[in-house]
Structures are given as structure tokens and as C-alpha cells.
């Protein structure tokens, strides 16, 4: 058994003894810590790893307690039906605030989550029906058939909830919503022109996390037995969200032990404040921003990170060829015949205000060729491929890919008709093996949902994914590299770790800009290998190049562009002597 293993046993016996040993001052301890963990662990999907800070958390477990306060006290149903209605409640508060806010990026998000979060609070404590300021006393007890939970044994029912919140989260990040969710942030165009719905899963995590801080609020009312609106307030959402960063946003474990760390650190300065200054009011308060400004200097990305490093690393890796070569592929794309018509760009005009990027360009492709498009820098090649894979809509003009019209179709959309592509400026995410990346690009192979990763039913699929990654992998000659993370990679493999991610994609058409940059000759050779075996079965390549030797012996055609148009299209001999091109990149006639 591994150590980390162990640990993690020693642990859960030490959370599972403690409820019976515990005074009762330190059951409520342990009950808070717990209570707070679960909202935590939702923050830590949702902020650490999602990148969506939210500084409305509390408002959630304030819509759980008082969904479930009310349904127990006025409507009279037992707290156990009120469950299901409470956790339904959070979800659909977070379906109706985020899908108005989470359009909003950049600073504008965490605002506006302050605003509704100071709204919902204002509202409740203004409704007389949910009792106004004074709340919703005489809240029942948890009863399920007579036996009502209450000492150690609410706190076991508390770790139940706590171990199940991050069952929830740990079964998503391994499925393939949760390497999307890891690459939300600053990746999210890459993410689409692999055929995620970005907007959608922000949503879903949004809700999930919501949900988790209802569940929270739930098991608050029949703590408590009391609510009212003071505990949801915005204090308590920085507070949740102080905890997050203090245990490592990024480690769901984080959440226990940010929880923990911060339980017991308000808790022994309230003690201890007095006796050391000499006065009450708000000295721990100080005090405890103090030590958590000390905490984060030394520990910038959080207690968990520091935690790690005295275990030893991960054990051994969950994916290997001979592992993958024996798990059945998914079934590739029925690929055009080589020769036919693939894509046809007709006219096309990208304007950016004033300037004119890419004007009145016209070109095809056809299934199995290798098309070089060259040209000097900022000649709007790049501009090109956006248009070609729905990131900016073409001004005018039109652009067909096997038949369907896409100059204005969504980047997620063209992913899906079959179009992969690697980005100039490399895409990945370096925290994630190269094996994670890769699999990445074959997200619209398995149709595996957000819930069924969530119950952990989609494991055959997710086994499948990661062993399509891994042949890919060895497809490019990366495979001795799966376990390592993308960012440890020199630039020059980071550039064929995309190639194998788009490949993974199975597409039928591989836009790849600048593929060669930074590889070594040999590389280069054994890149370009690749590309023909590629075009021989079948799938076209577009591929912008500013190595002239490589494209001129790979490529059958080349399109060149100069200033946004098009001065010259022909076979590599006929392009090099063309005195067009001759003047666009020397500049004078030669
Ligand atoms: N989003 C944008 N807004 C305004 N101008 C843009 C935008 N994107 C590109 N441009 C401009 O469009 C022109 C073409 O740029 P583009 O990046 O497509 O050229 P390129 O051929 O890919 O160049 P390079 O080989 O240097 O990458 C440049 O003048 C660039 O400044």
C-alpha cells in the first residue's frame, strides 16, 4: 500500500474516532469545521481549479437552511424530504444567477457575485414570511424513522457529508468535464475548438458548487435548529473563500484542511486575545488576519502544496501502452476519399476596424493534401486559421467544410464536423501530464456527461480516453513522456504534444501553426513523416510554416499571403519562383 495511501487511512480513522472521544465544545468545533468544509470543497472546483472566484458561497447555504427551515416549521414536512428540495433550491438559484452573470469575465464576475450575494441577504432579512431579521426559530431535528442524530453521531452524519462532497468533486476532475474544467482557465479557446461548451460547463460547476453549500445549509438548520440571515452574509462568503486559499485552492483536500486551519485559528485567538491584550471586541479578528497574511506569504499556494511535498509523489501511472494498445479504440471518422473536396474558402475578409487582415482570400483543400500557407510576418495567417476554426467570424465572404457552411459557425460546432488544430502560441496546460493534455483533444469522442462522471459511471469511457491519449502519444513519439507535466517539456515537444492532442481529435482536416518551431532536425524530419502518413490516409493539412525547407519538401500546394492577400497558389517549384513572392519577402524584385 502506498504511503500517501496510508496517510490518507491514518486520517479517516483519526476524523472517524474523534466524534466519540470529543467534549462537546469539541464536537461543535469539529460539526463547523466539517459544515464549512463541504461549501469549501465546492470553492475549490469552482475557484481553484475552475478560475471562477465567487464571492457569494454563504448566500447558498443561506437558500439550503432556508429552504429546509421553512418546509420543516410552516409547511410541516419532515427534514428528511425537505433535503432533496433544499439541495434543489441551490441549484436553481445558481442556474438563474449564473446564467445572467457568468457571461461576465475578468473582475466584473467576482463584482457581481458581491451583488447578488448583498441582495439575497438583504431580500431574506426583509420577508416576513421567512421571518425578517429575527429568522426562523424552532427548526426540528433531523429524524430518520425515529432515530434522530444528535452528539458525535450528527458529527459522523457531518464527516459523511464532507467525505461525500469530495467523492462528488474528486469523481468529476477524473473524468473528461473535470480536465476541461482544469483548462478553463485562460484556456477556454482552446477548449472550444476541441468542441467544449465552456459557457455550459462554467454553469454546471457554478450549480455543483451551489449545491454542496445547500447541503451545507441543510445540515446548519438541524444543527442549529435556529436561522436567520447574519451567518450567509458576504463575511461569511470571504471567510470560505479565505479557507480555500489558506488549504491550496488547487487540492480538494485543500478544503479540510483550510476549514480546519481556520476553525481552530479564530477559535484559539478568541481564546487567547484576551488573555494577551487584556480587552475583547474584534483583537482576535486582527490578529487572525495578521497570522493568515504571514500564512500566505509563506505558503502563497496554500497549506496542501507544503503538505505534499513530505509525501512521497503520486505512485505509479494509471495508463501504459501495452495497457492501451489492449483496450478497443473508439470508432474513427468515416474519412473522405482522398482527392475530394474538403474545404473551399471563397472570398473571405477579415476586417479589424480599420485594418484589413485577411482580404478577399479564396483557396480549397481537398482530402489527403498537405497545403502550406506561407507569407511574412503579420501577413494574416494567423487570422486565417481563427476564421477557419470559428474563433473571430469572417467580415465577409464564405468558408465550406464538407458541405456545411461555417464562416459564422461556433468554434465548438467546427470541432465537431471534423477540424483540429494546434495554436501558435502553444495552449496547454502545464500542471496536466502530457497524457491529460492529449486527451483533452479527444473530448467529443466519449459522450459521457458532467453526472455520470459525478456517480463515477463512466469509467470504461474514461479508460478508452486515456488510452487513445496514450496511443496518440507514441504516434508522435512522445509516448516515454505521458506521466510528465506539459510544462516540463522543451517548446519543441510542447509543439507536438499539440499535434497529438488535435490527432486525438481523429479529425479529417489538421490545421497546424508553426508545428516546426523549435524542433531539431531530426524532429523535423520525423514531424514531417508524420504529416505524409497523415495525408495518405486520407486527413487534409493546412499547415502555416515560416521554415521554408521543411514546407517546400512536405507540403503538395502552397497558398501565399502578403498584407491579407492572397499573391501567389501552386506547387512548391512554382511558388519559389514566383517574383510576387520574391518581393513580399525581400521586399524588392528579384
Ligand atoms: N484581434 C486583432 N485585433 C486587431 N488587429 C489584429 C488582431 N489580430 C490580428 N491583427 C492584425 O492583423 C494582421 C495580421 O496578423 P496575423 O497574426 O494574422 O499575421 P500572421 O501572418 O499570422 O503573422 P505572424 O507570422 O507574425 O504570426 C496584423 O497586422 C495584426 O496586427
Redesign the pocket.
Known amino acids: 500500500m502506498s504511503t500517501r495511501r496510508i496517510a490518507l487511512l491514518v486520517f479517516t480513522a483519526i476524523v472517524l474516532v474523534l466524534p466519540a472521544v470529543l467534549s462537546a465544545y469539541g464536537l461543535t468545533l469539529m460539526n463547523f469545521i466539517g459544515l464549512a468544509a463541504i461549501v469549501v470543497v465546492g470553492l475549490v472546483l469552482l475557484t481553484g481549479i475552475g478560475g471562477l472566484t465567487s464571492f457569494g458561497q454563504a448566500s447558498f447555504v443561506g437558500v439550503g437552511a432556508y429552504t429546509t427551515a421553512w418546509l420543516t416549521t410552516a409547511a410541516g414536512l419532515s427534514p428528511v424530504l425537505a433535503l432533496p428540495v433544499a439541495l434543489f433550491a441551490g441549484a436553481f438559484f445558481a442556474l438563474v444567477i449564473g446564467a445572467v452573470t457568468l457571461r461576465l469575465s475578468g473582475h466584473y464576475l467576482p463584482l457581481s457575485t458581491i451583488a447578488w450575494s448583498l441582495s439575497l441577504y438583504f431580500l431574506v432579512g426583509n420577508v416576513a414570511a421567512l421571518g425578517g431579521h429575527d429568522g426562523i426559530p424552532a427548526v426540528p431535528p433531523i429524524s430518520l424513522f425515529g432515530w434522530e442524530p444528535s452528539g458525535p453521531a450528527y458529527t459522523w452524519l457531518i464527516v459523511a457529508a464532507v467525505a461525500l462532497s469530495l467523492l462528488t468533486v474528486a469523481n468529476v476532475l477524473a473524468s473528461r468535464d473535470g480536465r476541461a474544467v482544469r483548462c478553463l482557465r485562460g484556456r477556454r479557446v482552446m477548449l472550444e475548438a476541441f468542441g467544449v461548451d465552456t459557457a455550459r460547463l462554467r454553469l454546471v460547476i457554478f450549480v455543483h458548487a451551489a449545491v454542496l453549500a445547500a447541503l451545507t445549509g441543510w445540515l446548519y438548520a438541524h444543527l442549529i435548529q435556529f436561522v436567520n440571515a447574519t451567518p450567509f452574509g458576504l463575511n461569511a462568503s470571504i471567510e470560505y473563500l479565505f479557507m480555500t486559499v489558506i488549504g491550496g485552492s488547487a487540492h480538494l483536500f485543500g478544503a479540510v484542511i483550510g476549514a480546519g486551519l481556520m476553525t481552530l485559528l479564530r477559535d484559539g485567538l478568541q481564546r487567547l486575545a484576551p488573555e494577551l491584550v487584556g480587552s475583547g471586541g474584534a483583537t482576535e479578528i486582527v490578529m487572525l488576519g495578521l497570522v493568515m497574511v504571514v500564512l500566505l506569504q509563506t505558503a502563497p499556494r496554500g497549506v496542501m502544496p507544503w503538505l505534499l511535498r513530505l509525501l512521497p509523489p503520486r505512485g505509479r501511472p494509471w495508463m501504459d501502452l501495452d495497457r492501451a494498445r489492449a483496450i478497443a479504440p473508439f470508432s474513427s471518422r468515416p474519412k473522405p476519399e482522398r482527392g475530394t473536396e474538403l474545404l473551399t474558402v471563397a472570398g473571405v475578409t ?1 476586417r ?2 480599420g ?1 484589413i ?2 482580404n478577399d482570400v479564396s483557396f480549397d483543400l481537398k482530402a489527403g493534401e498537405i497545403l502550406g500557407l506561407i ?12 476564421l477557419l476554426t470559428g474563433i ?1 467570424p469572417a467580415t465577409a465572404g464564405t468558408i465550406s467544410f464538407a458541405g456545411e457552411r461555417i464562416e459564422r459557425m461556433a468554434s465548438r460546432k467546427i470541432a465537431r464536423l471534423g477540424v483540429a488544430r494546434s495554436f ?1 502560441h502553444v495552449l496547454l496546460r502545464s500542471d496536466m501530464s502530457a497524457l491529460e493534455n492529449v486527451a483533452v483533444g479527444a473530448h467529443l469522442r466519449s459522450t459521457r456527461g458532467y453526472l455520470s462522471a459525478l456517480l463515477r459511471l463512466d469509467r470504461r469511457e474514461e479508460e478508452r480516453l486515456l488510452a487513445e491519449a496514450m496511443r496518440q502519444l507514441d504516434r508522435v513519439g512522445l509516448a516515454h513522456l505521458a506521466h510528465e507535466p506539459a510544462g516540463s517539456l522543451a517548446l519543441g515537444q510542447q509543439r507536438i504534444l499539440e499535434i497529438a492532442r488535435a490527432l486525438a481529435a481523429d479529425p479529417a482536416l489538421l490545421l497546424l ?2 508545428p516546426a518551431a523549435g524542433l531539431r532536425y531530426r524532429e523535423k524530419q520525423e514531424l514531417a513523416a508524420l504529416l505524409s502518413k497523415l495525408g495518405e490516409e486520407g486527413v487534409a493539412v493546412l499547415v ?1 510554416e ?1 521554415d521554408m525547407n521543411f514546407v517546400m519538401n512536405l507540403v503538395d500546394r502552397l497558398v501565399v ?1 502578403s498584407f ?1 492577400q492572397k499573391i501567389s497558389e501552386g506547387a512548391p517549384t512554382h511558388v519559389q519562383n514566383d517574383v510576387a513572392v520574391q518581393e513580399a519577402y525581400l521586399g524588392v524584385a528579384a
Request: net charge neutral; hydrophobic share 35%; no cysteine.
Open positions: 477579415k479589424f476596424g485594418l487582415a485577411v507569407g511574412p510576418n503579420g501577413a494574416g495567417k494567423s487570422t486565417l486559421f481563427n473571430s501558435q501553426d508553426e502555416v515560416h499571403i491579407g
